[in-house]
């Protein structure tokens, strides 16, 4: 997207004439408890298995950690690759769109990470 776009958007925003209907269902994963931190987990891994990322968090539960991670994969934001092995070896890494998401989101938390400093 090159700046002329991006400032279209951003005025059409402003100005209230931007359907937000395309980013609902987007929204409606996203915005569940845990999720935005988990495609930041397996983002920083080329990939990653299911207790690798539960150690990565203290309270979240093994039941949240795999229904987040069945909607994600539902979403095409994530890559579940199982391996024919005994017992079962399963690894999640980024789909294209999950890292789309990744560069998006950047933005917001060098925001949030600014707006923390200035506590």
Not at 20 to 47: A, E, R
Not at 54 to 73: G, H
Not at 82 to 111: N, Q
Request: proline residues 3%; charged residues 35%; aromatic residues 6%.
């Amino acid at each position: 997207m090159n700046e002329s776009e991006t400032k279209n958007i951003k005025e059409e925003l402003r100005e209230g004439k931007m359907c937000l209907c395309p980013v609902k269902g987007i929204i409606d994963v996203l915005s569940k408890k845990w999720t935005l931190l988990i495609i930041v987990v397996i983002g920083n891994h080329k990939s990653i298995r299911f207790n690798k990322i539960m150690e990565q968090f203290e309270a979240l539960n093994p039941k949240t950690l795999s229904d987040r991670l069945k909607e994600l994969e539902k979403a095409n934001l994530i890559i579940r690759k199982a391996f024919a092995e005994v017992p079962l070896r399963v690894e999640y890494s980024l789909s294209k769109d999950g890292k789309d998401l990744i560069e998006a989101i950047i933005p917001l938390m060098d925001w949030a990470t600014k707006k923390d400093a200035k506590k």
